[in-house]
């Protein structure tokens, strides 16, 4: 059976139209070309299908209550272990346990996920991490919680967290056609809220704690979780296929299921591509933020504070860009903002530090760079729902996530290792150059061709040009044969 996948997956490998980006999108436009006028609006249009924000609202507001909870439980938690143990080795530990079961179960949840319905998961999800993090200042105030214990709680927070995280995603490409609004709006006012944050939820954190303890960050966060699991439960439902979509075989079993994700992500070029090259750039990230920066800024006598700085002036324009990218990104070629973005915002930061500029201009550079890494997601995750199906949705995001996810843990053993034998200079000038060759090798493939929103041919039933329908829409895709052999 043909799926909608084929003719994605086609677009993604050859640059050849593909014949759901037109509609996924309200528009088409030619490559590397500005796309053309949004038609959602025609009065036809509004009448067969009306505008109702309602689903998007929710799926912001829970993902910002979500994310915003994640991030307090990142500073509190660490506060919390280190001052009633007094043990840095512990408050290291308690970071390792709750992300690693995160990252495994959200890859292992995307079969669930497409069966159960993400509305399920997410919620079920929220509500036990909320009761999970409420437990452990519970505990803690009537003396039974113990070390091993706290560290069996976190465990329960990443599991349960890692899958209502990555259903929450699912919710995006319905939420914004309910709007009516372009596919990239809906991407980039999701990275405007992850943004917002993780820069609010640890000043939030760091308040809290300092003026009141961090035990009631701990219930701030359970309550976070708590309104999160009821924005789902009041104002969302699951995604169905869009109308254009042609049904998916549907495997048999959940290791079936769980292989039939895989098949499709190895099979998608240009988005296996996407995934390795950000599972490299996360890695790289998470070495300059554990070790690389913290490093720098000692041995330059800038001092702890400055970490904070450079942190909240990236953050903020990135802020700035990702909302500019919901007004504008579906306007733009994808592809060369795409990695005109992901070069600012992740070259030009390691130069400054490695030559031993000035502070203000590491920071007028650090805020170039989140001007343009603001971009970068909105394409992403616009790209991403455009190429996976929606019976396939869950069980392929998922997998791609965790996959980028894969080599942070490891970000800072990378850090330190190139701080050793080559020094801070000499580790920053390593991972910069990384970091572009990371960017660049993959696009030069074909297939980022298949970035590009294209204008589709119009063919009829007999084939020739006509009307709005594309032939393409049932040409057999690279990878098709391997997707059917795994259900």
């Not at 966060?221 to 075989?249: K, N, R």
């Not at 994808?334 to 990695?339: E, G, K, N």
């Not at 007999?462 to 990878?479: Q, V």
């Amino acid at each position: 059976m043909t799926s909608r996948h084929a003719a994605a997956q086609q677009a993604a490998d050859s640059g050849t139209p593909s014949p759901d980006s037109r509609d996924a999108l309200n528009g088409p436009d030619a490559p590397d070309t500005p796309d053309a006028p949004d038609t959602s609006g025609a009065p036809g249009a509004q009448d067969e299908e009306p505008r109702v924000l309602r689903g998007l609202i929710g799926m912001l507001s829970a993902n910002a209550a979500s994310l915003s909870a994640n991030r307090v439980l990142s500073i509190a938690l660490p506060w919390f272990v280190l001052t009633t143990t007094g043990s840095v080795g512990k408050t290291g530990l308690v970071a390792f346990c709750q992300i690693v079961p995160y990252v495994v179960a959200q890859a292992l949840a995307g079969p669930i996920i497409d069966r159960v319905g993400p509305k399920r998961i997410s919620v079920a999800g929220d509500l036990a991490s909320t009761v999970a993090t409420a437990a452990a200042p519970l505990l803690y105030l009537t003396g039974n919680l113990s070390f091993g214990l706290l560290l069996g709680l976190l465990a329960v927070v990443g599991a349960a967290d890692g899958p209502a995280n990555g259903a929450k995603g699912l919710f995006v490409p319905a939420a914004t056609r309910a709007a009516r609004v372009p596919l990239e709006r809906g991407t980039g006012l999701s990275t405007a809220v992850e943004r917002t944050a993780t820069t609010v939820g640890p000043a939030i954190a760091g308040v809290v704690v300092a003026s009141f303890g961090s035990l009631y960050a701990l219930w701030i966060t359970a309550f976070l979780f708590g309104v999160s699991a009821l924005i789902i439960s009041t104002t969302l439902s699951d995604p169905v296929p869009e109308p254009h979509e042609m049904p998916v075989e549907e495997a048999e079993g959940y290791f079936s299921r769980l292989r039939q994700g895989a098949v499709f992500l190895r099979d998608a070029k240009l988005l296996r591509s996407i995934v390795g090259m950000l599972a490299v750039t996360n890695l790289l990230d998470q070495a300059f933020m554990s070790v690389l920066l913290p490093v720098w800024a000692k041995e330059t006598g800038h001092g702890a504070g400055v970490i904070g700085l450079v942190v909240s002036v990236f953050a903020a324009t990135s802020i700035v860009a990702a909302l500019v990218a919901a007004g504008v990104a579906d306007r733009l070629p994808r592809r060369t903002v795409y990695l005109i973005g992901l070069t600012l915002g992740g070259v030009p930061r390691f130069v400054a530090m490695a030559t031993g500029a000035p502070l203000w201009v590491v920071l007028a550079v650090l805020a170039v760079g989140g001007l343009g890494s603001g971009f970068v997601n909105p394409i992403v995750g616009a790209v991403t729902y455009e190429l996976i199906p929606t019976p396939l949705l869950g069980r392929v995001k998922t997998m791609a996530q965790a996959v980028t996810w894969a080599g942070i843990p490891f970000g800072g053993l990378l850090g330190a290792g190139l701080v050793t034998v080559a020094g801070t200079s000499g580790a920053l000038w390593i991972v910069g150059g990384l970091y572009l060759v990371a960017i660049g090798v993959p696009a030069l493939n074909r297939e980022w061709s298949g970035m590009r929103k294209q204008t589709v041919p119009d063919t009829g039933p007999g084939g020739a040009e006509h009307g709005k329908e594309s032939a393409t829409g049932t040409a057999p895709a690279p990878g098709e044969d391997a997707v059917k052999e795994a259900v």
